[in-house]
C-alpha cells in the first residue's frame, strides 16, 4: 500500500532524478540532451519525424524514439498538437523551466573552482524509513545540491555558499528532525579523508578518464557527424553535474583528470556549434 508521501499530487516524475542522470545511456537520456541542447535554444515546436530523424544519427531506433517521446511527455516535459496526420511536440513550462535549469549547471560544470577557506556546511537529517520516497527525494536534492555524505543521515559541502539551496531542499522535503551548521572540521579525519569519504573519486576520476578517451581526439567529418558527436558530448557531460560535488583543490587528488575533462567538453562544445547549428536546421529544428 502507498503511503501518503508516496500519492502526493505535487510528486511529478524528475527527468533529472539522480538515478536516471547517472544511469547508462538510453534512447531517453539521449531525447533530454536533444531537447536540451537544441529544441529549447530554439523555442519552436518539432514534429515526431525529426526527432526521429535527430535520434538516428546517435543509433537510436524510430520505435524507441517514438517511445522515448511518449514517456517524456507522461513525465510532464512534453505536449503533442495533432497537425493534420502529423503530429509536433513542445516543452511544457514546467520541461523549459526544468532544462533550463539542468543547462545552467551542466554548462556551468568544471569552470573554474574557487578558493577553499576551510570551512564546511554540515547536514544532519532524518526521515522515518516508512517514508521511502521522502527519503529518497532528500538524498537526490541534496546530492544535486552538491553534498556528500560520509556517515548515514549526513551531509556535508565545503561550498557553504549553498546554504540557501539547502534549506530550500529541506523545506520541500520535509525531514522530520534537521540540523545544519558551518564551520570548520575538528574531528579525526584530515579535511582530504572526510572528502574521500563522503564521495567516491576515485570511480568520478575513472569516468572522467573514460569522457577524454571518448571525445579528445574525436573528429567528425561532416555537419551531421558534428551534430551526433554533440549530442553524445552533452549526454555524457550531464551527468557529471550528479556524480561531481565541484570540490577544491586542496581535497583533490593531483593531479585531477576532471580540469581535463572539462577542458575538452568546453573546447568541443564550443568548436563544433556553428556545424552543429546547420546540420540541425538541415533536418528541420
Known amino acids: 500500500m502507498s503511503t501518503a508521501d508516496e500519492s502526493a499530487p505535487d510528486a511529478r516524475p524528475d527527468p533529472f532524478s539522480r538515478r536516471r542522470e547517472v544511469a547508462a ?10 531537447l536540451g541542447e537544441v529544441v529549447l535554444p ?19 531506433e524510430e520505435k524507441s524514439a517514438r517511445q522515448a517521446l511518449a514517456r517524456t511527455a507522461a513525465d510532464g516535459m512534453l505536449v503533442s498538437e495533432r497537425v493534420g496526420r502529423r503530429v509536433r511536440w513542445d516543452l511544457t513550462p514546467w520541461g523549459r523551466d526544468l532544462l533550463t535549469e539542468g543547462a545552467a549547471r551542466i554548462y556551468a560544470h568544471g569552470r573554474a573552482r574557487a578558493a577553499w577557506d576551510g570551512r564546511w556546511l554540515v547536514v544532519v537529517a532524518s526521515v522515518p524509513e516508512q517514508q521511502r520516497a521522502r527519503r529518497h527525494r532528500l538524498r537526490t536534492r541534496l546530492a544535486w545540491a552538491g553534498l556528500g555524505s560520509p556517515a548515514a543521515g549526513m551531509w556535508v559541502s565545503p561550498d557553504t555558499d549553498r546554504l540557501d539551496e539547502v534549506r530550500e531542499v529541506l523545506a520541500e522535503n520535509g525531514p522530520t528532525d534537521a540540523h545544519v551548521v558551518t564551520g570548520e572540521y575538528h574531528g579525526g579525519l584530515s579535511a582530504v579523508e572526510l572528502a574521500a569519504r563522503a564521495w567516491d573519486l576515485g570511480d568520478l576520476e575513472a569516468r572522467y578518464e573514460e569522457f577524454v578517451g571518448a571525445f579528445a581526439d574525436l573528429a567528425p567529418v561532416d555537419d551531421a557527424a558534428v551534430l551526433a558527436a554533440q549530442i553524445r558530448l552533452v549526454d555524457a557531460w550531464r551527468r557529471f553535474p550528479f556524480l561531481d560535488p565541484g570540490l577544491p583543490d586542496a581535497l583533490l587528488p593531483a ?9 575538452v567538453f568546453h573546447g568541443r562544445h564550443t568548436a563544433w556549434a556553428d556545424a552543429t547549428r546547420r546540420a540541425a536546421t538541415a533536418l528541420g529544428l
Open 25 to 34: 545511456t538510453s534512447a531517453r537520456s539521449l531525447l533530454v540532451t536533444v
Open 255 to 263: 593531479p585531477w583528470i576532471g580540469h581535463r575533462a572539462a577542458e
Open 42 to 60: 530554439g523555442g519552436e515546436p518539432v514534429w515526431t519525424q525529426t526527432v526521429v530523424d535527430v535520434l538516428g544519427l546517435v543509433g537510436v
